[in-house]
């Protein structure tokens, strides 16, 4: 089992940065891909990046290629979303989300069984 907890969200202007913090909870921590998604209201929970347990291989979706990266610290077993040149398209509501023990990443929501309650990002213009 794994629990997870967002923070680091906040209202930034058009431009800015923010750094999101994951903190896992689970002795399966280090074993596991994690992801970031976000959700806007009224729209479907959207891929936004993905790394595997031992940080070999990331993706990410197109919209924030180049300007978010992905990166994890298992020793604190906490995964981490660095967003840069933040725009307004990019408010919305934060998950990160964990595969099972062994599983590769995947920009699939449906096979992440765990997630976090989300953290809020609003970006002005």
């Known amino acids: 089992q794994v629990q997870l907890v967002e923070s680091g969200g906040g209202l930034v202007q058009a431009g800015g940065s923010l750094r999101l913090s994951c903190a896992a909870s689970g002795r399966t921590f280090s074993a596991s891909a994690m992801g970031w998604f976000r959700q806007t209201p009224g729209q479907e929970r959207e891929f936004v990046a993905s790394v595997t347990w031992n940080s070999e291989s990331t993706s990410y979706a197109d919209s924030v290629k180049g300007r978010f990266t992905i990166s994890r610290d298992n020793a604190k077993n906490t995964v981490y979303l660095q967003m840069n040149s933040l725009k307004p398209e990019d408010t919305a509501v934060y998950f990160c989300?964990?595969?099972?023990?062994?599983?590769?990443?995947?920009?699939?929501?449906?096979?992440?069984?765990?997630w976090g309650q989300g953290t809020q990002v609003t970006v002005s213009s």
């Open positions: 989300a964990a595969r099972r023990f062994g599983s590769s990443s995947s920009s699939s929501l449906n096979v992440y069984p765990y």
